[in-house]
């Protein structure tokens, strides 16, 4: 049945009526259908309902207001940190534009600076200036000489100025020398300038045969201060007690020197350049000028004349293209180093040194111990590596670290007789297997450690490195009792050592650790090192090798010295007595270990030299190519290769094939074709060595 029905006469309805008829008729069917009981409670009902809708409806409609205001006030928010952003942004903006500001007003300052110092010292040591300090000091000493020209014949034969050479003072008492800071010369392409000279306190210097760590912290700095401590009487005395032998031993020295064969080829002609940017001239009277010369450059007096009142030398001297010749004012000359390097070097000598090349060229070498060549079966496994690998020569220690001999000399029975209790061979024996190793065509050269002696030591304790207080022998960082090197016994005991290698076969002589021990300021001040009058260090390097030099001249073979890596930058003696210059001019060939794993963090500029082998060995040789064109007789240099893994560097890497192929590349780049490699434990990559 449908929900509304009308009867046939709903027309006669009003429409008011009608509807009020049809409300009522549907709330009663809805009553009916609904089983509602009343129309009022149809009317609750739906009240009920409208109200319950129109709550939700009013909760809604707050809920929305609510949601409004939250979307408003996050606008606001927005707007708020937009604006701080927009602000922060302009901020950096203008502290990035202050901070570039500043770098750019640090950059321009510095150039000032450095412009201004440039200009300062050219002008210090300009020709004019060093002209017209020149002329003062002329005028304030009047003379009526008149100077003459006396040219010299180039090939005269020159003499030797023995008296010169190793002269000492016997009835000077020896004296303790004091450490304190002091500066080192470093070469550039322009000009030396003036560095500190630093040493780790824990021994940062370390040689190139003890993969040891090397410290990197606790640096202290060190001078040579040549003036005598002030020490009580007693101890005076017993210095001089201590050292009357070593000044007896030298006399015995210098005698021998006399009647040794002529090494040293000439007298005083050489001269170094005392002022910046010298001009060099054709000839005095052109005023042509051919070339300059930087501050310190070592050159040939050649002859003397006056040209317009004005002294003019000719010289020769070294360039990278060879020697070239010309003509410089007299005044930029001094025929001594003090003007340069100061009173520490003023006794080293620069006289030509005749020089001994190496029966092949292009050594290509690797270090064996006692050990690793103590029988014929191991010798033969090192010569088969050698044949598939291309290498040509062995470096072969006949007077180790401890001071023992690989065979036994007639040396180690007269001064330390224990070092031949551990000898592997006969002599005669040695000497047949040198020649057989020769016959297969192998360089042979002997390693003699020097003054890191711990059997002479303790053979000779009144000789060796002790404590002034204790009397206990220096120990050093490797833990055994030091030699001095001031030691005149010591030196004709090496020496020996090196003839009778030399007797056996051995074609090149290498000494290593010709050295003093490094040692901190503090230290130096307690030991006494046994010094010979005021000999420095460098000193009695340069005559220890001068005296070998003329020993081992009638063996006509070559003398090598091992040196620090460093020492080819540091123009000094790097406190251990290897100055580049002194050592170079006297030996034959000079071997700088340059392992990039000695080199601290930053040296030539490189974050952790270890990991650049290239970069490291090429600036270190570079150096040292640089130095030798300051000296009249320089020696070859055939660099140490670094052949084992630096572990305890920081940023290392692995020395492989690859690395060790950059090495050998920096130093062919170098133009020098030859080469040692390092590994304390012998062992080699086998690879192909070009």
Not at 329 to 358: M, Q
Not at 489 to 500: G, I, S, T
Request: hydrophobic share 35%; with cysteine.
């Amino acid at each position: 049945m449908p929900l509304f029905h009308f009867s046939a006469d709903d027309s006669l309805y009003t429409p008011k009526e009608k509807s009020q008829y049809l409300f009522e008729k549907i709330l009663t069917e809805i009553t009916i259908s609904l089983q509602i009981p009343s129309i009022n409670a149809i009317i609750d009902y739906c009240k009920s309902k409208m109200l319950s809708t129109l709550i939700i409806r009013m909760g809604m409609r707050r809920k929305n207001m609510g949601r409004d205001r939250q979307t408003k006030r996050t606008e606001k928010e927005y707007k708020k940190l937009n604006k701080i952003y927009r602000l922060s942004q302009s901020g950096k903006l203008m502290l990035e534009r202050i901070r570039k500001t500043k770098f750019k007003i640090g950059l321009v300052a510095l150039a000032v600076f450095f412009v201004t110092f440039v200009i300062f010292f050219s002008l210090i040591f300009s020709e004019s200036n060093v002209l017209n300090t020149k002329q003062v000091s002329d005028s304030n000493h009047p003379t009526n000489v008149t100077v003459t020209t006396t040219p010299t014949t180039q090939d005269t034969l020159l003499t030797t100025d023995k008296t010169q050479i190793l002269e000492q003072d016997p009835t000077q008492t020896a004296l303790d020398t004091e450490f304190s800071s002091s500066t080192k010369l470093e070469l550039s392409n322009d000009s030396v300038t003036l560095i500190p000279l630093q040493l780790s306190t824990d021994a940062t210097l370390l040689p190139k045969h003890e993969n040891v760590q090397p410290a990197t912290n606790n640096e202290a700095t060190i001078k040579i201060d040549k003036s005598t401590p002030t020490n009580l009487s007693d101890e005076r005395a017993e210095s001089k007690k201590d050292n009357t032998k070593s000044f007896e031993q030298t006399k015995v020295l210098e005698n021998e020197l006399e009647s040794a064969p002529e090494t040293l080829v000439s007298t005083r002609k050489y001269h170094y350049v005392i002022a910046f940017n010298v001009s060099v001239f054709d000839t005095p009277e052109s005023g042509k000028v051919v070339d300059t010369l930087k501050y310190a450059t070592y050159v040939e007096k050649l002859d003397e004349t006056t040209y317009n009142s004005v002294n003019f030398a000719k010289v020769r001297y070294n360039t990278p293209k060879g020697l070239a010749e010309g003509w410089i004012r007299s005044t930029f000359l001094s025929d001594s180093l003090k003007p340069i390097t100061g009173e520490d070097y003023d006794e080293l000598s620069f006289e030509p040194v005749k020089k001994v090349k190496a029966r092949i060229e292009n050594v290509r070498a690797i270090y064996l111990t006692r050990w690793s060549f103590n029988n014929v079966q191991k010798i033969q496994q090192w010569v088969n590596f050698a044949k598939s690998t291309n290498l040509n020569a062995f470096v072969v220690d006949v007077k180790d670290d401890d001071g023992f001999m690989l065979f036994e000399t007639e040396a180690a029975a007269k001064f330390v007789p224990e070092a031949n209790s551990r000898a592997f061979f006969k002599k005669d024996e040695m000497k047949q297997i040198v020649k057989e190793l020769k016959d297969q065509g192998f360089y042979m050269i002997a390693r003699i450690v020097c003054f890191k002696d711990p059997s002479y030591a303790r053979a000779h304790k009144d000789r060796s490195i002790v404590y002034k207080d204790t009397g206990e022998p220096y120990m050093g960082i490797y833990k055994v009792p030091w030699a001095s090197a001031y030691d005149r016994q010591l030196w004709e005991y090496n020496v020996k050592v090196a003839m009778e290698a030399a007797e056996v076969g051995f074609e090149e002589i290498q000494y290593d650790y010709v050295r003093f021990p490094e040692l901190t300021k503090e230290t130096q001040r307690r030991v006494n090192l046994r010094q010979v009058g005021n000999e420095s260090f460098a000193e009695a390097i340069q005559k220890f090798l001068i005296y070998s030099k003329k020993k081992l001249e009638p063996y006509n073979i070559p003398l090598a010295a091992d040196v620090f890596g460093l020492v080819s930058t540091a123009v000094d003696d790097v406190g251990i007595g290897q100055y580049w210059e002194a050592v170079s001019n006297v030996v034959d060939y000079i071997c700088p270990m340059v392992y990039p794993s000695h080199y601290a963090n930053g040296s030539f500029g490189l974050s952790v030299p270890d990991a650049y082998p290239y970069e490291t060995v090429y600036n270190a040789i570079r150096d040292g190519l640089r130095r030798n064109l300051h000296i009249p007789t320089p020696a070859r240099i055939r660099p140490w290769l670094q052949s084992f893994t630096a572990t305890w560097v920081k940023g290392h890497i692995v020395y492989d094939e690859e690395a060790i192929r950059k090495q050998i590349k920096a130093v062919k780049d170098l133009g020098i074709k030859e080469y040692m490699l390092w590994n304390a434990a012998n062992n080699y990559k086998k690879m192909w060595y070009e």
